[in-house]
């Protein structure tokens, strides 16, 4: 009986050993546990300080280079936009020059074109005396016009182009049956008579200072006098029409003997 109660108590003590030793050992896993989790807490928290390095690495390696590329963008496009001024100075002196150069020759011609308009031809008439205009010549019948030969002359700076003559005057000159004098129909109410020259004589342009000399009969054919005259005078007008505002005309007198 006292064995078998040893026996037990023994029993009982193994037990009570089994589960100190069971505590002990789970303390010893706490402990390790605990010890790994702060291990592993520390590994984590190196781990992130590493990444965390790492990013600030990056991102600072990163800002370096979008500034670098930035400042290089600006160089280009500072670079770009002074290539394009300059190319926008070239083109616009380009420009410039051929407007100032269009512009020159459209001034200069417009001064031909100015100059030209303003040109103009001026006639004069003039017989071997002077001057056609206040002259008075003696004429009988059957004679040839005195104031031949006739002298025009272009004292303008512009081409007379052709010439077309009329006479007027104041008494029946007798010309109706000359074929180089054509009666027509009179407006001035002083020289009733009027002849137009249909001739082929003085249809001749007369360049800037030059004379053109018309003789003989092809001018003014002979005299045949009709009609009446005043104290014995004809008045006469001879007017020559050119490219001119105005023709050309001499008054002058015949005195008949």
């Known amino acids: 009986m006292a064995n078998h109660d040893k026996q037990k108590d023994s029993e009982a003590e193994n037990r009570q050993n089994e589960v100190e030793e069971i505590k002990r050992a789970e303390k010893d896993v706490e402990r390790r546990l605990a010890a790994l989790e702060i291990s592993v807490s520390e590994i984590r928290k190196s781990h992130l ?11 600072t390696l990163i800002a370096v280079l979008l500034t670098v590329l930035g400042i290089m963008s600006k160089s280009d496009v500072r670079e770009a936009i002074r290539d394009m001024k300059s190319d926008m100075r070239d083109v616009s002196l380009d420009l410039q020059s051929k407007v100032d150069k269009t512009t020159g020759e459209m001034e200069k011609n417009f001064q031909n074109l100015a100059g030209e308009s303003l040109k103009k031809p001026l006639l004069t008439i003039a017989t071997r005396t002077g001057f056609l205009d206040g002259q008075i010549f003696d004429i009988s019948q059957n004679k040839n016009f005195p104031i031949l030969p006739l002298f025009l002359k272009n004292e303008g700076d512009k081409r007379t182009g052709s010439l077309s003559i009329r006479l007027a005057s104041s008494c029946d000159l007798g010309l109706q049956n000359s074929y180089e004098w054509q009666p027509v129909e009179s407006n001035q109410k002083d020289l009733p008579f009027t002849y137009y020259y249909r001739g082929s004589g003085p249809a001749m342009d007369i360049a800037p200072k030059e004379t053109a000399t018309f003789t003989g009969e092809n ?16 008045d006469c007008k001879l007017q020559i029409f050119y490219e001119s505002e105005k023709p050309a005309e001499a008054k002058f007198q015949l005195k008949v003997r």
């Open 49 to 59: 300080e590493g990444h965390k390095w790492f990013t600030t690495v990056m991102f």
């Open 219 to 234: 001018i003014l054919p002979t005299i045949f006098l009709s009609g009446t005259t005043t104290n014995g005078l004809i």
